[in-house]
């Protein structure tokens, strides 16, 4: 038995039986973290002493029956934007290097409270901003399947991680994608919750009214799980959501027959790779197969979607970001005159090319003279988009596309195109602006072996329908069985 290559309910099962101890758990992926690290790349900050330490304690815990938590000792990965206490949480930039959280993220408390050990930080685009995690001020995460390509991101680093079985599961965040186009890069699972399900309390925002955090995961039943974990309304969060609890577990069914699924041709136009399209329809074929109702609708309002994405995603983080100035926080230049040189120093030097670019971008499109043009038009286009899906939901259950327009590529292709980088999230983005669930999974390899991932787009709050939907073709096409990463 390989330890790293089950998924969380299969080491939960193992450890119900005692045929493992949660010492061997972590010891295990310690290893494997020891020997793939340097390939993978994928930790900013790795505690693997301190998590060996945990491992023991409750294991002792456990068996003398002073813990009961069901998932009580398993590891987990979370990306260096969401703050834990006492660790580094850099969100991959220089501005943040040093950056030790006096306060962890509600998530995290969360996860403390179900003895989950944090086995470190994850890398990904700096303050969340890109699709490919080389926009980290430390290092470049490769792709487990090819080292030649980008893990995608901005959870680059969780998604890698995952895939490389270097943790069994990880936390990542999605304000256009960042979930789940590196799950479908790196051939796991990922999703993007309801905007409000998860509280974002302690997550560095990078733009508030569109980031989630999320479960990356080797297989759906996983997913669900991790979802149970994080949810629940937090007083901390204004926008998280009162709603009853519920055990996700119980959506998976197995069955989808009669499900309503909608294909938004749009998706399925130019722009869109062969191979991607040829796999989400043998995807499509199986669901039909399996009683599905399958119908093509148009989704007209997405193309311009992206541009209100990064109108308004800028536009927000040129405000968040403005808390980073030298003084309270965070990295400060080393000589100025005066206090607008400080600032000006500070963050000409703390952050990198992508994020000035952003808050180039945020700054002028809220610029009193551009601010209707611009902000106030994207605002309109973000009603249009909520009614149109509004509208889809009226006829399906669920709308399913491409959860990227092609697999990963190549590490260094898109770096110097900005625009060509953006126009990769193309499939993801609407789901954010629309504050909807979305949820990756892969469906198939292309020719050069490289992972594809299908996105399954639910109504608010009907996390439950894309779960089953999801674990239904999962059953099916049975990706982790059939294909594997190249080590
Ligand atoms: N790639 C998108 C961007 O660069 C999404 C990022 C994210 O979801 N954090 O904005």
């Given at each position: ?169 990880a936390l990542g965040s999605d304000t256009g994608g960042s979930i789940r186009q590196p799950s479908s890069f790196c051939g796991v699972v990922g999703l993007k919750p309801t905007y409000g399900l998860v509280s974002r309390y302690g997550l560095v925002a990078f733009a508030s009214s569109l980031d989630q955090i999320g479960p990356i995961t080797k297989d759906v039943r996983d997913s669900s799980i991790l979802l149970n974990l994080i949810v629940g309304h937090d007083e901390k969060d204004t926008t998280s959501v009162e709603m009853q609890k519920k055990d996700y577990t119980k959506a998976l069914k197995n069955d989808v027959n009669g499900l309503k ?227």
């Open positions: 038995m390989n330890i790293t290559e089950l998924t969380v309910h299969e080491l939960q099962e193992k450890l119900e039986n005692k045929e493992i101890t949660l010492t061997e758990i972590t010891k295990a992926y310690i290893d494997r973290i020891n020997s793939k690290e340097n390939d993978v790349q994928a930790f900013v900050t790795t505690l693997t002493d301190e998590a060996l330490k945990k491992a023991e304690e409750i294991q002792n815990k456990k068996e003398n029956e002073e813990i009961t938590g069901e998932f009580a000792g398993i590891p987990i990965g979370i990306k260096d934007n969401i703050c834990t206490k006492g660790v580094k949480t850099t969100c991959s930039s220089k501005m943040l290097e040093n950056f030790v959280a006096p306060y962890n993220a509600t998530v995290i408390e969360k996860l403390n409270e179900q003895n989950i050990i944090n086995l470190g930080k994850l890398n990904m685009d700096e303050f969340a901003m890109g699709g490919s995690t080389e926009y980290s001020y430390f290092k470049k995460t490769r792709n487990p399947w090819n080292l030649n390509k980008v893990p995608g991101g901005s959870s680059g680093g969780s998604a890698a991680a995952v895939a490389a079985n270097m943790v069994p599961w699924i909608g294909v938004p041709k749009e998706f399925f136009g130019e722009g869109i790779n062969e191979e991607v399209k040829e796999a989400l329809k043998k995807a499509i074929e199986k669901y039909k197969e399996l009683g599905a109702k399958i119908e093509e609708f148009s989704l007209d309002i997405s193309k311009y979607s992206l541009a209100a994405y990064y109108i308004i995603a800028c536009a927000e983080a040129s405000s968040n970001l403005g808390r980073f100035d030298g003084i309270r926080y965070g990295y400060r230049a080393k000589e100025y005159k005066n206090l607008k040189e400080l600032y000006k120093k500070s963050r000409s030097e703390g952050f990198g090319e992508e994020v000035k670019r952003r808050i180039i971008l945020g700054t002028y499109v809220l610029s009193s003279g551009y601010y209707d043009a611009y902000y106030k038009k994207a605002q309109k286009v973000r009603t249009l988009v909520m009614k149109e899906f509004n509208k889809g939901f009226e006829k399906y259950d669920v709308i399913l596309t491409p959860t990227s327009p092609t697999v990963a590529f190549d590490i260094g292709s898109k770096t110097n195109n900005p625009l060509e980088m953006y126009l990769a999230d193309i499939c993801t983005v609407s789901v954010n602006v629309a504050g909807l669930p979305g949820i990756s999974i892969p469906v198939g390899v292309d020719k050069q072996g490289m992972p594809i991932g299908m996105q399954l787009i639910g109504n608010k709050f009907q996390e439950e329908t894309i779960l089953n939907a999801a674990y239904t073709l999962e059953q099916q096409i049975k990706f982790r069985e059939n294909y594997k990463p190249s080590f």
